[in-house]
């Protein structure tokens, strides 16, 4: 390509490894990207109100589509306003290229206006992260980066100052193509042999399944099936385990059900199936636990195991079935399954509407949502309380999606991602469930969804709180302190930015108020005012128990003495 600018084969390069838009917030050190963008139709600029809602925007994407995506931002503030989405888009694992553009490059390193150093500032959310200080650097770093972004799967960085993304480029574009396919990785035969011989020897298995065991859904079932085993799930495991799944006994941790930590307490050995499952404290403290994990670093990571393999769930369990003498004593199973019923029982019985004159329980508002969504909704829901009722109230079925900010744990992730999800998905049914501190804190990408037409619905549970972080004080024994929020009228903000804006401030008020949302073509917003009050205890228990043992769980969870927990749950209070 003679003639071009550093920024049209960067553009270019993008574009032949099949990237559609890049997000991100326009500056004067990325002009020529944004000119080599405006020239082109296989290429658009998706313009946020906030970097840091280009990163989560792009790790939607990536999250979603399996494919990389990319954000940018303008060189010093502008970068580094992406940091916190692009940490949450590394620990979830997604692909995602950040261009960093940086100052002019002869000033670097003379503490310039606006100078900063996205290389080093960006090594620790990254694989890979890279300045390009002249044009025969290209294309071949930007395509390191790619494809690090994509085999690593993870955040790649490069920073490019402005000045050289307008040099003339010394290189043609290499028509890199970036690999789509995972390589397919599977344990030695005497790795499986192993498996299989542990297994055998096992009279209770569990099975605990998370986020790797996407893909994997019939081979998980035939190995519970042939194990007899409950199969506890993580939050991250929720969208790829829980459906169309008899073996399925609940969710396990701070969120989960008691059901869920059961199944894994009482098990001979536990099966750990693509999942990272961060709360030692849960793990179960006498069982024999064999992990399965694609990446060899990850294997004990949480806690000593047995024995562990590497490879892809899917893999490994299809070469492991056959050599899996099938269980017939299924009594661990039907106790766990009849424990969870139990539990789901104890959950459902919290998301009614009540009387007209009571508040209205978030739990009935997420439960209403689940009933109304499309079949192949995706949700994405806040730290803080939406996380809560998201795991416990959304109904996966292996179409739907549910993206969160589950291993990074950043408030004011639902709107951003929403709004990533929506891009790549124009014709599917997007819902944000929001907290009111959550979309306070982004709030500026409120006005992103007219600026793109992105008929994105934003359910608001507005508990006038720090609702989670307050329950974490109470827990701890602090007096609650700096959680009360004076809020705006949401609705009427949505409205002054173009969307239909909704309120529903009792029980009856809810359903018509979700159903208008839905059906609405274009964007909408409805606020919901919750009970703050409402507890996020596990169910099951009379009153007096959940309250003792839900907020003894929170305490020791988040203090870290979780032998506690365990001891407590040794007393039977669970059961
Ligand atoms: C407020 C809040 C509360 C939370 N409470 C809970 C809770 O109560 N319970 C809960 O479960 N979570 C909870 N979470 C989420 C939690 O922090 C973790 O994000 C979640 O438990 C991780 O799930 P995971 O282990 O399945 O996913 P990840 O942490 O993503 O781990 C996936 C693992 O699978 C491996 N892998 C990936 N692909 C494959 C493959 N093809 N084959 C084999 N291995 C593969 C990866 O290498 C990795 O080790 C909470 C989050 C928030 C924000
Ligand atoms: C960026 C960021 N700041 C602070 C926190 C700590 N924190 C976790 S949940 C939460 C409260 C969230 O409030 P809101 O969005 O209103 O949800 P609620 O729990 O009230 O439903 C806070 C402050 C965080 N996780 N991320
Ligand atoms: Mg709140």
């Given at each position: 390509m003679p003639g071009t600018r550093v920024a049209d084969l960067l553009v270019e390069t993008l574009v032949t490894a099949g990237v559609r838009r890049i997000h991100g917030v326009a500056g004067d050190s990325l002009n020529a990207i944004t000119d080599s963008i405006r020239a082109r139709r296989d290429i658009v600029w998706a313009p946020v109100r906030h970097e840091e809602s280009a990163a989560f925007a792009a790790g939607a994407e990536a999250q979603l589509t399996g494919r990389l995506a990319v954000c940018a931002g303008s060189c010093g503030p502008g970068n580094l306003h992406l940091i916190n989405g692009l940490f949450d888009a590394h620990r979830s694992r997604a692909p995602v290229l950040a261009i960093a553009a940086q100052i002019p490059s002869p000033e670097i390193g003379s503490g310039y206006f606006q100078e900063t150093h996205p290389d080093q500032l960006f090594r620790e959310c990254s694989h890979y992260a890279e300045l390009v200080s002249q044009p025969e650097q290209m294309p071949r770093v930007l395509e390191i980066a790619m494809r690090t972004a994509v085999s690593r799967e993870g955040v790649a960085v490069i920073a490019l100052p402005g000045d050289v993304a307008l040099r003339p480029a010394t290189a043609g574009p290499s028509g890199l193509r970036l690999p789509e396919l995972r390589p397919r990785v599977r344990p030695s035969d005497a790795d499986l042999a192993r498996l299989a011989e542990l297994l055998a020897g096992a009279t209770r298995v569990t099975i605990l399944a998370g986020a790797g065991c996407a893909g994997a859904h019939d081979a998980l079932l035939s190995l519970a099936d042939r194990l007899q085993a409950p199969i506890v799930h993580t939050l991250r495991g929720k969208e790829w385990v829980e459906y169309s799944n008899p073996h399925d006994v609940g969710m396990t941790g701070l969120l989960g059900f008691s059901s869920g930590y059961h199944a894994l307490e009482s098990a001979d050995l536990v099966l750990l199936l693509g999942t990272d499952f961060p709360y030692r404290q849960f793990y179960p403290t006498s069982a024999t636990l064999v992990q399965v994990d694609l990446r060899g670093e990850q294997i004990g990571r949480r806690v000593p195991v047995q024995f562990g393999v590497v490879g892809d769930v899917g893999e490994t369990v299809a070469a492991l079935l056959p050599l899996v003498t099938p269980k017939r004593d299924d009594r661990h199973l039907r106790a766990a399954l009849a424990d969870y019923a139990k539990a789901r029982e104890g959950l459902d019985a919290l998301a009614t509407e009540g009387s007209a004159s009571s508040k209205i329980h978030p739990q009935y508002v997420a439960r209403l949502l689940d009933r109304l969504a499309k079949p192949d909704a995706i949700f994405a829901c806040d730290v803080g309380t939406p996380t809560v009722w998201a795991a416990r109230y959304l109904t996966m079925n292996g179409q739907r999606r549910l993206l969160g900010s589950f291993n990074h744990a950043s408030m004011a992730n639902a709107l951003p991602q929403a709004i990533g999800a929506q891009l790549a998905f124009p014709d599917r049914q997007v819902i944000a469930m929001s907290g009111d501190g959550g979309l306070a804190m982004l709030?500026?990408?409120?006005?992103t969804l007219r600026q793109l037409d992105l008929p994105v619905k934003i359910v608001v549970f507005k508990n006038d709180s720090l609702a989670f972080v307050n329950l974490e004080m109470e827990a701890a024994g602090f007096v609650p302190y700096a959680t009360d929020l004076k809020n705006p009228n949401f609705a009427a903000i949505a409205t002054g930015a173009g969307l239909l804006g909704l309120s529903a401030?009792?029980?009856?008020?809810v359903q018509p108020a979700l159903r208008q949302a839905l059906d609405h073509p274009g964007p909408a917003l409805v606020e919901v005012a919750v009970d703050r009050q409402e507890i996020v205890l596990p169910p099951t228990l009379d009153l007096d128990l959940v309250r003792k043992f839900g907020l003894f769980v929170v305490r020791a969870v988040f203090s870290g003495r979780g032998d506690e927990v365990v001891d407590l749950a040794k007393t039977s209070l669970l059961r």
């Open positions: 709030l500026g990408d409120l006005l401030t009792t029980p009856d008020q």
